[in-house]
């Protein structure tokens, strides 16, 4: 049998657990370690022996290694994320200890980069691979408890008060909930799931609480779960408190208590389990004897799947969308409780390297108005905090994207000062193109745009919007005072060129007409919807496309710059089992679904094809390819997403195959 050859990151204490059950795993071996620190290197090797050209001083020199089939990171918290995206661009399979990573967000782009490169990737945790979580579901589902209602689950303990342990430092990512409290969530996540018939489930509801020390990081937390069926759980966790440490699942009919979870039996030797079910009013004590290692259960799974080509971890083990969903909890957790990482602060904000996979092509500016503006602007409405909008961010950056388009009203003005500190972080500010818009509904008048701008400035720490957008047009008003309003805050210097957003084609013209009569600036942008699928039904109220041929005929005749929202029509492109992942009554085929937008899916398929592209790429393209200035609005949840949407940058559609694609020609 060919075994899995293991190469090892962070020669730490869990890492001497994976080593010895990956000693007792038929289909693996240990042949490498790398470690920054000779001492750490030459003891871990020899206790082990590991021979001396496979110990490696650094990180890419063992990612790069062609015997090493497998890499198992260990390292502080900190480095997970970095340290496993290498090594999977190294096209390494990857085990990463809990916490994948400090982030839901660096999770994420963990997963995505495992799924770009083709290759296995799982977040450690080495319980849910031991024989005692089988033999829980298996009594859950024979019925012997009945319909699940509640889980009681805790992992805590009293750690060193040492300020400088890496439990207390919040610059290595100390704290409960990080370091233990992703036990009891992913627990209560599996047995939700159970309740549920799926193999985990997210809550619905989550409320938390907990105590922070003086480091910085929390000593102690608790939290209660709601999930969408009514099942409920309640957890704690601790790296200052001694907890009982164990998990009570409560059914309609008895309960199952598991004794000991997390390290049944002890570390270093068998891992027997012991559970007492109670059901129907008796009582029944199981011991079940496992002279395995604990890690062997899980080093051994790893390397039979990596073995067999699997790309993650097969149930019950932590597969990608679970691990994801962790250590979304754990965020909600951590801000609940008052404490964020260091990457979640501007001050100490850091690049994640690797996001993006190799070979993407660069996003190119255009001219408009003598400012420079990318062909793909980055929206800025969907990320809370610069931990969450780092990762994408950085990406969009490193793919040479330079404009970035936020709104007074996102966030209620959060994601305005998100967009502000990620810039001042990075150092980018007089390199960046913000587009401001404001003077949203019912909030739409002269008055009010000089208001909610100031406002803005405030926020994003700019003494002026280099492109200002109102975000939608009031009828009552006279178009006149609006381009009053607006060209008093150019000749204050305030605002430098300006649009309308959901604006009708009439009222483009009156108020551009009003301008020429008077000399006054125009409005030089239009910001509607505009995408190959035709908006049937508004995404919001009030909102506008500008995919009709009078907009169209228009915008191609004045020259007149367009700036497209949701210019992938909510992914009305994407393939069908990823359409319909937002509310119902904004999802894409509730606002773009016609016979009509289907033709225009069919033929944009077809194209897709014959270019080698994604459908959504074709679709992307469209947008760029208009014979009037056309820039695509882009809000990807992650750097994968924005990875998909690059390729559209290599299509170049022609005259001829544009006009088929919108249905305005039935040749190309």
Not at 461 to 488: C, Q, S, T, W
Request: hydrophobic share 40%.
């Amino acid at each position: 049998m060919t075994k899995t050859r293991w190469g090892i990151i962070g020669p730490g204490s869990i890492a001497h657990n994976f080593a010895d059950g990956l000693a007792e795993a038929p289909s693996g071996e240990l042949i490498a370690i790398a470690s920054r620190s000779a001492e750490r290197r030459k003891a871990f090797g020899d206790d082990y022996g590991i021979a001396e050209g496979k110990r490696y001083e650094t990180y890419e020199a063992i990612c790069a290694d062609p015997d090493v089939d497998a890499i198992y990171v260990s390292t502080p918290h900190p480095w997970h994320a970095e340290l496993s995206i290498m090594a999977m661009r190294a096209r390494k399979p990857v085990v990463c200890e809990k916490p994948a990573g400090l982030t839901a967000a660096e999770v994420t782009a963990m997963v995505e980069t495992a799924r770009q490169e083709g290759v296995f990737f799982m977040e450690a945790f080495m319980y849910r691979c031991h024989p005692q979580i089988a033999r829980v579901l298996e009594i859950i589902k024979s019925g012997e408890i009945g319909t699940l209602k509640h889980i009681r689950v805790t992992f805590g303990f009293a750690g060193p008060k040492d300020p400088a342990s890496r439990l207390m430092d919040p610059a290595l990512g100390g704290g409960g909930i990080l370091d233990v409290g992703g036990y009891p969530v992913s627990f209560a996540r599996l047995i939700a799931g159970a309740s549920a018939g799926t193999h985990v489930a997210e809550p619905v509801e989550f409320k938390g609480t907990g105590t922070i020390g003086a480091t910085g990081v929390d000593e102690t937390a608790y939290a209660v779960m709601k999930f969408a069926n009514g099942f409920t759980a309640d957890i704690a966790t601790a790296v200052q408190l001694t907890m009982d440490n164990i998990a009570v699942i409560y059914g309609d009919k008895g309960r199952i208590i598991v004794h000991d979870p997390w390290v049944p039996g002890r570390n270093a030797g068998p891992s027997d389990i012991t559970l007492t079910v109670v059901a129907n009013g008796e009582e029944r004590v199981e011991e079940h004897k496992h002279p395995e290692h604990l890690f062997a259960f899980e080093a051994e799974l790893a390397s039979r799947a990596i073995a067999d080509g699997l790309t993650e971890a097969p149930a019950p083990a932590c597969g990608h969308a679970d691990s994801i969903g962790n250590n979304t909890v754990l965020d909600m957790w951590r801000h609940q409780v008052g404490y964020r990482v260091f990457t979640e602060i501007p001050e100490t904000s850091r690049v994640l390297p690797g996001v993006l996979p190799k070979g993407l092509p660069q996003i190119p500016s255009q001219d408009l108005c003598g400012l420079s503006v990318s062909s793909l602007v980055m929206g800025c409405d969907n990320k809370n905090d610069i931990g969450a909008a780092a990762v994408v961010w950085d990406a969009y950056w490193e793919a040479g994207g330079r404009t970035f388009d936020t709104a007074f009203h996102y966030g209620k003005g959060l994601h305005e000062t998100v967009l502000a500190d990620w810039m001042d972080a990075r150092g980018v500010r007089d390199q960046a193109t913000v587009i401001v818009k404001g003077a949203h509904s019912p909030y739409c008048t002269p008055r009010t745009i000089r208001t909610e701008l100031e406002i803005t400035l405030e926020r994003t720490g700019a003494d002026k919007a280099a492109i200002y957008i109102m975000h939608r047009d009031n009828p009552d008003v006279p178009v006149g005072e609006f381009i009053d309003a607006l060209n008093e805050l150019k000749e204050e210097g305030l605002i430098g060129i300006f649009g309308g957003s959901n604006w009708t084609i009439n009222r483009f013209l009156q108020a551009n007409a009003f301008a020429a009569q008077y000399r006054f600036e125009p409005m030089r942008i239009l910001n509607n919807n505009l995408s190959l699928a035709v908006m049937e039904k508004p995404v919001w109220a009030g909102c506008l496309s500008s995919n009709t041929p009078e907009a169209l005929q228009f915008l191609r005749d004045s020259h007149t710059a367009h700036m497209s929202w949701s210019s992938q029509a909510r992914g009305y492109f994407l393939p069908e089992a990823l359409r319909n992942r937002l509310p119902l009554d904004s999802a894409p085929e509730t606002c773009f679904g016609s016979a009509n937008n289907a033709e225009r899916r069919r033929r944009a398929e077809a194209l897709a094809r014959e270019r080698g592209v994604e459908t959504h790429n074709i679709a992307t393209a469209w947008v760029i390819a208009q014979s009037f200035p056309s820039i695509a609005l882009i809000g990807p949840r992650s750097a994968g997403e924005l990875a998909t949407t690059l390729p559209s940058l290599t299509v170049n559609l022609t005259e001829a195959e544009a006009a088929w694609l919108n249905l305005e020609s039935d040749t190309r």
